[in-house]
């Protein structure tokens, strides 16, 4: 339950991935980087004018887009731009309310593959609600997925601009990101939960933030994605920096209570514990900038 919570955590509030065995409209794969594998309906309004968002990275971009006046519903977990909190809900990604999501009238519905009810195609469909999909759990996926986005909505020029700016924001948190940290290549974990421990593994998004930080992932590389991991086996990776995101109500003393525990790993020993319970930590989207620069003040203020 812990590994497939962190999975829901990371694109939903964070995110999950819906296996859906539908024959719909699929395309994109690992062989072109430049797609992004998605589900959707094969008939769309010519220029959706209602649209229900179904996942928290998806009601970013959609603002991002100039799509937030398009925008009747959201999740639960939808917190970001501030606006969206007057906007009903829907209830969550793996719990949706078909009465809500209907009753906003939407012409069209889309989320992320992976973070919905698996019945949530075939309800659409019966609805005769449109609807669309996407991967997005890595920055490829984010770029491709914005274009996706764009193309779906009319917007194809905002996407691209939103990607140029992107990948410039990117470049230049990441460079102000390494110089707070002062050390290229140390070994990191960055951890989704603690009892147990669940932390990024690679080649995810939580990996990605490591590296562009300038950090090496000390999770093995055949640990899996999101490995549960004994507090051994990070006692024996013994990182040098521990950046702690689990979401919870508890102080940063708590966090920092917990990890003192184990006072022989290198972290503990440097005071090198980044404590930031921020969803923006853990959501593929277009903020990850802002997630760069969240790390690197809290790396100043330690």
């Known amino acids: 339950m812990m590994a497939r919570w962190l999975a829901i955590s990371v694109t939903a509030m964070t995110v999950v991935m819906m296996s859906c065995d539908c024959d719909r409209h699929r395309a994109g794969g690992d062989e072109n980087q430049d797609e992004v594998q998605f589900t959707s309906s094969e ?18 971009l959609l603002f991002e887009l100039d799509m937030g006046d398009r925008v009747v519903a959201v999740t ?34 889309i989320g992320v593959e992976g973070g919905a009810d698996h019945r949530v195609v075939e309800r659409l469909e019966q ?53 707070s940290l002062e050390s290229e290549e140390a070994t990191a974990i960055l951890v989704f939960d603690r009892e147990p421990v669940v932390a990024a593994g690679t080649g995810t998004f939580g990996d990605q933030i490591l590296q562009l930080a300038g950090l090496e992932n000390a999770v093995p590389r055949d640990a899996g994605a999101y490995p549960v991991l004994d507090i051994e086996q990070v006692l024996a990776m013994n990182p040098e920096v521990i950046i702690d995101v689990k979401i919870e109500a508890g102080s940063s003393e708590t966090v920092l209570e917990y990890w003192r525990q184990f006072e022989s790993l ?37």
């Not at 793996?94 to 069209?108: K, Q």
Request: aromatic share 6%; proline share 8%; charged share 30%.
């Open 43 to 60: 008939q769309w309004s010519d220029e959706p004018k209602r649209i229900v968002s179904m996942a928290p990275n998806i009601t970013e």
């Open 76 to 109: 639960r977990y939808c917190d970001w731009p501030p606006e969206v909190e007057q906007l009903p809900t829907i209830g969550g990604m793996l719990d949706p309310d078909y009465e809500a999501i209907l009753a906003a009238e939407p012409d069209v519905v």
């Open 127 to 179: 609805a005769n609600v449109a609807y669309g999909f996407l991967h997005i759990d890595d920055l490829t996926t984010i770029r491709a997925g914005t274009q996706k986005l764009g193309e779906w909505l009319g917007a194809e020029a905002r996407a691209e601009e939103l990607v140029r700016q992107f990948d410039a924001e990117l470049q230049r948190a990441s460079s102000s990101v390494r110089q």
């Open 266 to 302: 290198r972290a503990v020993e440097s005071g090198r514990i980044v404590q930031l319970d921020d969803p923006v930590m853990m959501r593929p989207g277009p903020r990850i900038p802002e997630a760069l620069d969240r790390l690197g003040q809290a790396v100043e203020e330690l």
